[in-house]
């Protein structure tokens, strides 16, 4: 099974920019999916932002014009760059990538970064 591992959460005022990165122990090239799920206390988990194989990208509302998602098939990596950071964007931020299981897909999922926005 793939690991992934997020890293670069942490407090930023509102207004400022974070990128999040997922490291996966494997070859992300053959995922069909990556996205960035976000889960705030007392919420459901939702999609912040998805981005397929083919380097189609999809956005919620809340975040379109200021997150930008991205990957790097060198590096096995993917991104989340979040700029003009709001205190509702607060939340546990989580990779998922739908990986090749031998003939089905599966969701696999890393352990979250906190990411808080407050002055």
């Known amino acids: 099974q793939v690991q992934l591992v997020e890293s670069g959460g942490g407090l930023v005022q509102p207004g400022g920019s974070l990128r999040l990165s997922c490291a996966a122990s494997?070859?992300?090239?053959?995922?069909?999916?990556m996205a960035w799920y976000r889960q705030a206390p007392g919420k459901q988990r939702e999609l912040v932002a998805r981005?397929?194989?083919?380097?189609?990208?999809n956005y919620a509302d809340s975040v379109k014009g200021r997150f930008t998602i991205s990957k790097d098939n060198a590096k096995n990596t993917g991104y989340l760059q979040m700029n003009s950071l709001k205190p509702e964007d607060t939340a546990v931020y989580y990779c998922?990538?739908?990986?090749?299981?031998?003939?089905?897909?599966?969701?696999?999922w890393g352990q979250g970064t906190q990411v808080a926005v407050s002055s």
């Open positions: 494997g070859s992300i090239s053959t995922m069909p999916t």
């Open positions: 998922n990538a739908a990986v090749w299981v031998g003939p089905r897909l599966a969701d696999s």
């Open positions: 981005i397929t194989s083919g380097g189609s990208t």
